[in-house]
């Protein structure tokens, strides 16, 4: 604590009386000043003593002292100090009364002591409470970094909520609430949410205090100060740091708490040698998966990976919405992006989901704009993918292709399928897409591309040239002899025309085209054809576009 008004009057070799403000002497003394100006306000912080002489006051006017000692009292002065026996015998009447008006410590300060020792006695106070504070924050550190080394981040909150009367919070990278002490306090670190969010989108190291928000709970408290630190260095935010209090933090808490934010950064951030070192060795695990040597893998692997190439995984395939196309295989990992890039932000957000959930996973970064992962089936990351099933790309900021659950030893055609399914999900606009989806769904959404539709409008453009002249209704008749799979009765009751009316429209179609069509290859192209450019006519889709036996056509 700094020196008190009461610590001066008690101070042997001053021999300070109290003429006002007996009830005050608990104030704080920030500083010391002398100044005789009628109005030195301007010229002060608050919280200092202001000593005077009067030299230039006439302190025996009622009025004037009122005046006077009322802006020191606006003004947050924490007491006065008048010289007696320099310009007055005594202090004036005028001015203790006007002192006791408002509440103000006035001291008397005897002729033989000097402001200097005065000046003196108070700095050598505060000096003093900086060295033990700073005293006790060194150990404060010690006992921290013992807890963090022994127990980790959860014994290292508690013993800072303990040592700042309070409580902690650690949130992860996504801005999660990892750990929080006491027990009570991790409801009320939830309720920061959006504040850490804030927090995370600045350049660390940043901070921010939170005040006056209600907690109301187990602790009773009505209200807590909250100061937000975050996590990591350079532009990345690898978590943050809320430390909740009755009031401001001292200097032996500030101490503290940035000890442990410094701690809690060590252990969140990994160093860029260690994490390109594990990219390395997640880049060569997958390349020998993908080329059929799971047992090589399972050797290179070791433990780090847990038991994550011993059960049915996931293969997940990301890349920037914004960003160019994929190329193939698995290139060489690169440093992370010290930007709020989405791969990056994706590979934070996998890093921490699987930190929560306790599973280990694959993240095999390639370039700044894509991605590979591989996650446990069933576990928590690939749960945490349904959010993007409900986002577009451009809203996500990534597109990500999911394979169905496979095993090491058929890696490759997982990235096959996860790579498959990525593409579809960039035509669609799409966040996510899984496996799944293409192989239980229609094919012809697979077939939205602007080069399918190329293709299918130049294969069907003389047909609709030739109905467009006027000459008869080529296209409707070929999709109604499509769709009933070459049966000329069925197809010419659904046009409403003679089957030999019919047969003479399909061989127009031929000599058109210049293709037969007892080629089961162009009855298949002419269907998808008219399915993609969704021209309007009979839409009965057919069973199977297999070729029918020649006789049962005519």
């Not at 591989?374 to 409900?390: C, E, F, N, Q």
């Amino acid at each position: 604590m700094p020196p008190t008004l009461a610590s001066l009057v008690q101070h042997s070799a001053l021999h300070l009386t109290v003429r006002a403000g007996e009830d005050r002497l608990s104030t704080p003394v920030r500083w010391v000043h002398a100044s005789e100006l009628a109005d030195p306000v301007p010229y002060m912080e608050g919280g200092e003593l202001l000593l005077i002489t009067a030299t230039t006051l006439d302190a025996a006017d009622p009025g004037a002292m009122r005046q006077y000692v009322r802006r020191l009292a606006d003004a947050g002065v924490a007491g006065l100090g008048f010289a007696v026996g320099v310009n007055y015998e005594d202090v004036p009447e005028a001015l203790v009364g006007a002192a006791r008006e408002v509440g103000l410590p006035l001291l008397a300060v005897p002729r033989r002591t000097p402001f200097l020792a005065i000046s003196k006695a108070v700095s050598a106070a505060l000096a003093a409470d900086q060295y033990r504070a700073v005293t006790a924050g060194f150990e404060v550190q010690r006992e921290l970094t013992r807890a963090a080394l022994s127990e980790g981040p959860a014994a290292l909150l508690e013993r800072l909520a303990a040592h700042v009367d309070g409580w902690a919070a650690l949130y992860d990278a996504s801005g999660a609430v990892v750990a929080a002490a006491p027990e009570w306090a991790a409801r009320r670190a939830a309720r920061l949410t959006a504040e850490v969010e804030r927090l995370r989108e600045r350049p660390a190291p940043a901070s921010a205090v939170v005040g006056g928000a209600g907690a109301g709970d187990a602790a009773g408290d009505a209200e807590d100060r909250v100061e937000l630190q975050s996590l990591g260095t350079g532009r990345r935010v690898r978590g943050a740091l809320a430390v909740g209090t009755g009031a401001a933090l001292g200097t032996a808490e500030r101490y503290a708490v940035h000890s442990a934010v410094a701690l809690l950064t060590l252990t969140t951030e990994r160093s860029r040698a260690l994490q390109a070192a594990e990219q390395r060795l997640g880049a060569a695990v997958l390349r020998m998966l993908l080329s059929g040597q799971p047992e090589h893998a399972r050797t290179v692997a070791g433990e780090l990976y847990g038991g994550l190439l011993d059960a049915p995984f996931r293969l997940l395939i990301a890349e920037s919405a914004a960003g160019a196309g994929g190329a193939g295989g698995v290139a060489a990992p690169h440093g992370a992006a010290e930007t709020d890039h989405p791969i990056q932000a994706l590979t934070d957000a996998v890093e921490a989901v699987a930190s929560r959930g306790g599973e280990a996973v694959l993240l095999v970064p390639d370039g700044e704009d894509r991605l590979a992962v591989v996650s446990p089936d069933g576990g928590a990351v690939v749960a945490s993918m349904a959010r993007y099933t409900l986002l577009e790309a451009e809203e996500a900021g990534v597109v990500i292709g999911l394979s169905a659950p496979t095993g090491p030893i058929a890696t490759a055609g997982a990235y096959k399928q996860a790579e498959q399914a990525l593409s579809v999900a960039r035509r669609r606009g799409r966040a996510l897409v899984e496996h799944e989806e293409l192989a239980a769904g229609s094919i012809l959404p697979l077939l939205a591309d602007d080069a399918v539709r190329a293709f299918a409008e130049g294969m069907l453009r003389a047909l609709r040239d030739h109905d467009a002249k006027g000459r008869g209704d080529l296209v409707a008749s070929l999709r109604a002899w499509l769709s009933r799979h070459g049966q000329w009765d069925a197809a010419a009751a659904d046009l409403g025309v003679h089957r030999h009316t019919l047969r003479y429209r399909m061989r127009r179609v031929e000599e058109i085209l210049g293709r037969s069509l007892d080629d089961p290859d162009v009855r298949m192209e002419l269907w998808l054809a008219l399915k993609t450019t969704a021209a309007p006519g009979p839409t009965t889709p057919p069973a199977s576009v297999a070729p029918e036996p020649r006789e049962q056509r005519e």
